[in-house]
Every structure is written in C-alpha cells, then in structure tokens.
C-alpha cells in the first residue's frame, strides 16, 4: 500500500488522505472488481462481514467508501463503510478476522440493539477506528483499552452508559470524541483520561459527566480543542489550566460552573484561544479586564450568566474578535468602544442594563463588517442614528425593547431582519419594508397606514405592525407579497370589511386582525368560501364582524396535512436564510396569542396545531357542523357573540383540541358527551348560554372551574353546585367519523410563543466556515437557545 500522509488533526476521523478507494458499489455488486491489490482471503473474509447485513439502504454516491489494501502482502489496511449497514454487529463477526486493519470508519451505519463486542481488541494495529453514530448500547469494554496503537478514537452520538471509560493503554491517543453519548459520573484525578498526555482534542460534549474541573487537566499540556458542553461540571477554573498554552478551543457551555472569573484563574494565561464559549453557566462577577490579553480570541461567548459592571475597556485588545455575544447577563453601562475591532461580524449585548445613546463615536457605525447587531432589551434610548447607512452589510437589527424614538430610519439596503418592536418609534411605517424578509414593528406609536408600495414577489415573508395607530386600509399591494406567510395588524384603529382579496397570497400561513374597526359579514354569498389555502391561524377577535356562518364554511378551508416542518429544519416556523449567503440566519415566528388553557408563556406550539379566534364580534346563526373537520385545531374561541343552536356535536372529533371558549352566546341544548373524550382539553368555558341538562363527567369537565358552566339556568352536576336530580336528559348520539366524508381538513400551526419580537437563532458553523477551516463546523456547533 501506498504510504499515505496522516495529518492527525482535529477531524481525522473524517479527513484521511489516500488514493482514491474502490468504489463499495463494485464491491457489493463485485467483490473482486477494482480490489487486484486485496488478497483472495480478505475479500472473502470482507465479503461475509458485507453479507451478515441488510444493505439495501447503503448510500452509493458516497465515494469515501470503499477498501484500501496493501500493495505487497494484498491485507486490508483501510476499511470505510458510513450509511450502508443494518444489523446487528455479532462477536463472531468476519470484521474480527481483519487483523491488519489501521483504519476503521464504520460511522453513521444503524447497528442499533448491539453493544460494542469486546472482540475490537483483536483488530491490534487500528491506528483510527470511527464508530459514531450508530446506536451501540451499554459500556465500552475494557478490552479497547488493548488497542495501543489508536490515535483516533470517536465513539459519539451512540447511546452508551456507564463511567469514562477504560483507556490506560491508549498512550498514543491524539483525538478522542464521546460526544452524544449518556456517559456519567465523575472526572476523578485518577481518571484515565488524564494520562493521554499526547491527546490534542478531546470532545465530551453532552453526556452526564458530573464533577469539578479536576487539576489533573492541567496533565493534558498538548491540548488544542477541550469541548465538555452540556454536562454537569460544576465549580471554577482550576489553576492548572494555565499549562494547556496549546489551548486554541475552550467550550464549556451550559453546564454549572460558577463563582468569578479571577484574574489569576489561568485562564487570562491561554494566548493562544481563538474560540471561548462559557456561556449557559453561572459566573457572577464583573468582566475581568485580564480579557484584554486574550488577543488571538475569535469568538468570545458569555450569555446567560450573571456578569455585572461595565464592559472593561481592555475588550478593544481583542482586535481580531469576530464574534461577541454577551447576551443575558446584567452588564450596565454606555454601548462599549468599539474602534479597534474592525473584524466584529456579529454583536450581542441583548437582555442587559445598556443606557444612553448610540453615539456614532462609540465606533459603532465603523464596523464594515458586521451583519448581525442584537441590543434589544436594554435601555438605550435616542434617535435612530442616520449612520446606520454606514453599515453596507448589516443584516439583521434588533432594538426591541428599548426607549428609541423618532421616526423608522430605513436606510439599510442589505437587511433581512428589522425588529424594532416595543419603542416609542412615531411617524409613518416607512416604505422599505417590501426589501425585507422579516419586519417587527410592534407596539410603537406609528401612525396612518401600511406603504401601497409592495411589487410583485416582494421579499417580505413576516410583517408585524400590532399595537400601533394604524388607521387606513390594509393596502391592495400586499397581494403582490407571494411570500408572505405571517400578518399581524393587531390593536390598531384599521376600519375595513374583511380583506377578503388576501385569499390570493399562496402561503399566508398566520392571520391576524385581532382588535381593530373591521366590520361587516365574514361569509357574504359573493366572495365564496374564505378558503386561504396554507392559513393555520386566523384571529379576527374584538372587531364589529357579523352575520352567519353557513354550513359547510369550513369545508374548503384546504391547508397542509400535520408535519413536523421538515422543509423547514425544525419543529417551529422557521425560515432560512439564502443558503449562499455567508450568515445563516434561522428565524422564529414570536405571536402574541391568548388562548386559557394552553400554556404558552414558555412553550412554543409544535406545527402540528392551529388556532381560530372569532370571539368579541357580532356573528349569528349557528355554529357549522363543518368545524369538527379541522381536526388539527388546538385552540377555538368564539365566546361573545350571538351564536344559537346547539353545541355542534362535531367537536368531538376535533382530538387536538387544548383549549374551548363559547362563552356568552345564546346557545342551547345540551353539552355533547363526546367533550368528554377530548384527551388533552385542558379548558372549556360555555359559561353564560342557555345550556340545560347534566354537564358530562369525567376529567376533562370535573377540573373546571364553576365559572366556566355558570350563567345557564338550565345545567346541573359537578363542578355546579345544582345536583341533577332524576335527570334523564343527555346528548343524542355520538359524530360520525368524519373521515368517511373524506374532507378533513388538517391544519399546521405556525410556531407560537409568548411575548414579543423574535428570535434570530445562528447556526454558528455556518458563520464561522466562512472563516475558519473545515474542523470547526464540528467544534462549534449550532447556537441553542434556552430559558434562562
């Protein structure tokens, strides 16, 4: 075999230089085609490791598989096979007879039910061996501690258990990854990890490791990458970590480290860290100026931690700071001086005590560079300053909640993102909003109308002017906006009849006119069904709306069966960034719905869900039949009206349902037994109607107030102190399954939360691949949020 260069760094693993392999196509479809090299022995032996599992799923285009061997005595030397197998890994397994094996990937395969056999000692010349990502249960045998020759050793994203495992032989380790795995216990001194002493980059990224950081790591002097997020370390800096002045990757994110970051910490004594991520933590001090001498930093990430006092003026050392996220702490203070870091990319100083002004000679509006500037949720209170021009790039801003005034400067042409909810901003809404994907405008003191400039396919995806003093008609431009998914027009004076032209926007997705002066029918016979083709929430609540509801109103209300948003990257509403884009910005719809029952103040609603509010209006006539086919509904109100007739006995199919409001209407008739059935209805008010009979019993009713069934003469049982006595009244029978009909409608929620604004989430890799090598893709890792 040909001698290959084996740059041992970082990511080996994934980055082993060789001749190009035999393709794994020929080797399943033809075990001797392309392997001239491989001896008639071993491709046997590779041959029924193939065949003891199901391959049918086996990824082909991935040319990184295949099977190297060497030249003169025709063993195998290299074997990679990720994606491909699935099965059982058994302890008599052909793989165990490739003694000369050096490097083994067996990566990203589905091997789940096995646990590691302890037959991997026999392969005793493994130099790299990749078993991530394969579902291996239980503990690592001791027997891998007999593989003295490995330098490369990633066991993450498995399930297995146990203490760290046993590694005393493994002298020669440089790389070791037990990332994603649910190991625990404590790092004691005696550990054998801290006899690695040649180990460079060491992963132990979410598991259950539990203890203080040991001294001994100050043993582990060649180290370059220390990556132990998510875990449950506990404590300060140990002193020792003074001597790790190869150091150029420190994360510790989200465990329980706390007290201060002294000056004489060691940490302040590691020059050579270019990524330090010690945020989700419990640090409570100042910033220590010894910052200042970290500066070869990169990325400096502090949020969520209770830093106090001013950011020291030793931040402008670090001139070649890309990133700085000091969010969610209690820093106080005027905006920092910025002048000297010229690289700045990305800024966040959100969730502090920030006052004052943005003073252009902070140096603020000299950053060329930056793209993403958060300081919303502090106290910074002027004007906005024209400078902001000066920022070419910017991408996204966020000022939220603040005390900024004057009218909306809008003079960035690059952003994406613009949220300036919850200031005393005045003036019109200004006319850019049709160049930007994501506008926040909510609860200023913006007056007269939305812009009539929207040209046709516009960028502007969500626009949220609630809470403002808007007045004018919504104008007819929007229909140009194809990619518009969410309207929130709430709490304004806007005085019109229902916008029934906005049918035509293809992917209007949340709909809100919650609170204004619009009038006039919902269902007039001349405009056809409503029928918005992907509308998962429409609130029209506390508006001057009348008239009834025909039969089959939400017949056609067609939208998108239940998913978990799979086209768009996860469980919420969440929109991305063009991939070319050198930020990668993942956005989150943030509405201000309120619905009791549904506990929404530190939840998001999944995207299975939808919700409809039609309550504080003037509608008539009876509920449609036609409601109990949107079966993915989780939220319903349509108290104060005039409704009459009966409880539609349809509601029962509606399985989803959290949260029921029919409340002071004029309804008759019993309350459907099938409520009964509603698994997680966790609120239901029919209070003030005209209910009669006995209300159904079970959990979904019994823990309900006495409010929710009171102001009807005619009902009697618990939670009502009026007994039923020989009552024989109950509903007739139960809905028919209304699948058999074959129109059901399901819908999907967008993501809900509470409060106000948005949240901008960074995939971080992506932000620091376009400055940094490939290896750190794995290193940082996406940007998580949490409660803090």
Sequence with gaps: MSKCSMHLNFLLVLLFCCVSPASFDLLVENPVAGLVACSPRQIQALTQFKNEFDTRGCNHSDNSNGVWCDNSTGAITKLQLSDCLSGTLKPNSSLFS???????????????????????????????????????????????????KLSVLSLSKNDLTGRFPLVWNLTKLVLLDLSDNHFSGPLNPKSALFELHQLRDLFLSNNNFSSSLSSEFGKLSNLEVLYLPSNGFSGQFPPTISNLTKLKVLRLSNNHLSGTLAPNSGLFELHELRFLMLDYNNFSSSLPSEFGNLNNLEFLYLTFNLFSGQIPPTISNLTSLVILFLAENELTGSFPLVWSLSKLSMLDLSDNYFTGTLNPNSGLFELQDLRYLNLGYNNFSSKLPSEFGNLTILEVLSLESNSFTGEIICNVSSLFGLVLSYNNFTGQVPPCLSNIPFVILRENNLEGSLPDNFYVDASVQTLDVGRNQLVVKLPKSLINCSSLRVLVVDHNSIKDTFPFWLKALPNLHVFILRSNDFYGSISPPDQGPLGFPELRILEISDNNFTGSLPTNYFLNWKASLPTTNEDEGGLYMAYNKTAYAPIFYTYTDVLDLQYKGISMEQEKILTFYAAIDFSGNKLEGQIPESIGLLKALIALNLSNNTFTGHIPLSLANLTELESLDLSSNQLSGTIPNGLGSLSFLAYINVSHNQLKGEIPQGTQFSGQAESSFEGNAGLCGLPLKERCIGSNVSPTQQPKDEDEEGEVLSWKAAAIGYGAGMLFGLTIAQVIASFKPEWLTKIIGPYKLRNH
Excluded: M
């Excluded at 790299?128 to 003295?148: D, H, M």
């Design 98 to 148: 490739l003694h000369h094996l050096r490097y083994l990937n067996l990566s990203e395969n589905n091997f789940s039910s096995s646990s590691l056999p302890t037959e991997f000692s026999n392969l005793k010349k493994l130099e790299v061996l990749s078993l991530s990502s394969n579902g291996f249960l239980g503990q690592v045998p001791s027997s891998f501690s007999n593989l003295n």
